[in-house]
């Protein structure tokens, strides 16, 4: 079978760090991928790992581990924007869909 | 460039009645998805189109719903008759084959609700 587990919520403050993490068990692997959902608008982007190590893009970095089946996105210097859901997702194999996550909301506090 | 687009973005039905969503991909994307999110789920993919062909439709919940890319640009997908399951957001993806790693760009989705 598949399975992707996130944290559910998460909340942090204004101008910390937080780590949202992402364990997969897939049939196949092609890479993996974060979006940022805002409520009611589409997923964008964010980043992609297809080998293991840290991706780093801005304020936002993307760690894989493959042997590990372990991926966690890192946001640092957050803003009240950031607040937003973070999906993870793993595209199983070249060409096809992707299988998600539940997504974890995060909240950021002033 | 425009993004990906969906029509609409809300649909209240009734029970039994039809309805049909669109996706326009961005513009030279041979790669078509269709996801589903219900609530408190995840999203869950549907089906996938290269051009006008079914690739993978795995994920179709069952012969209520019929998806069609005439032409291998914009993409329909009606649900006959309507059940209050089918009530969710439907996410439309697309994407192009930039060789072994290609992100997928999605659509503002369409809610539906069944009542």
């Known amino acids: 079978g598949q399975n992707i587990d996130q944290p559910t919520e998460m909340t942090a403050t204004e101008g910390a760090i937080v780590q949202i993490n992402c364990t997969y068990q897939t049939s196949g692997f092609n890479g993996l991928f974060w979006y940022q959902q805002h409520a009611g608008e589409a997923p964008t982007f964010l980043s992609y790992n297809v080998l293991d190590g840290l991706e780093e893009k801005g304020r936002f970095s993307s760690f894989l581990s493959r042997s590990k089946g372990y991926s966690y996105l890192l946001l640092k210097e957050l803003q009240m924007k950031d607040s937003a859901s973070y999906l993870c997702?793993?595209?199983?194999?070249?060409?096809?869909?992707?299988?998600f996550g539940p997504g974890t909301r995060l909240s950021v506090l002033p | 460039e425009a993004g990906v687009t969906q029509f609409p973005s809300h649909s209240v039905i009734e029970k039994g009645q039809t309805v049909t969503l669109r996706c326009d991909p961005i513009?030279?994307?041979?790669?078509l998805y269709w996801y589903r999110r219900v609530m408190g789920k995840e999203i869950k993919f549907l089906l996938h189109f290269v051009k006008e062909s079914k690739q993978d439709e795995s994920g179709m919940p069952n012969n209520r719903f019929l998806a069609e890319r005439t032409g291998g640009t914009y993409s329909t997908l009606k649900v006959q008759p309507a059940e209050l399951e089918d009530s969710g957001v439907y996410f439309c993806?697309?994407?192009?084959?930039?060789?072994?790693?290609?992100?997928?760009?999605f659509g503002p989705g369409t809610r539906l609700t069944v009542t």
């Open positions: 513009s030279g994307h041979d790669n």
């Open positions: 993806a697309s994407s192009q084959d930039l060789g072994s790693a290609y992100e997928q760009y």
């Open positions: 997702a793993v595209n199983g194999n070249y060409g096809q869909n992707f299988v």
